[in-house]
């Protein structure tokens, strides 16, 4: 079973700044588009941001100028940067991996305090 392994969550006030990580296996990492969503209560799940391996990077509108993706590949890791943290960024995070298949985490809560 494929696994991807989020990290970096977590409590922090408006303002503040969080690093998300998701540790997927090497065979999938290197071929995969990855990307992070998040969901919200009662909300639908919404992409955050997306590294293809061959397009540009894409930011929803509501992160664009705040949130950075980034990836490892000698690490087999993906990354988000989380900057001025805003309340209505509370949500699980989760990371993606489209290729062949597609792969979700687990989700890593992050939550913003106003």
């Known amino acids: 079973q494929v696994q991807l392994v989020e990290s970096g969550g977590g409590l922090v006030q408006a303002g503040g700044s969080l690093r998300l990580s998701c540790v997927a296996p090497?065979?999938?990492?290197?071929?995969?588009?990855m990307g992070w969503y998040r969901q919200a209560p009662g909300k639908q799940r919404e992409l955050v941001a997306t590294m293809p391996k061959f397009r540009s990077t894409n930011y929803a509108d509501a992160v664009k100028g705040r949130f950075t993706i980034s990836r490892d590949n000698a690490k087999n890791t993906l990354y988000l940067q989380m900057n001025s943290l805003k309340p209505e960024d509370t949500a699980v995070y989760y990371c993606k991996a489209e290729g062949l298949s597609d792969y979700w985490g687990q989700g890593t809560q992050v939550t913003v305090s106003s």
């Open positions: 090497g065979s999938i990492f290197r071929v995969s588009n």
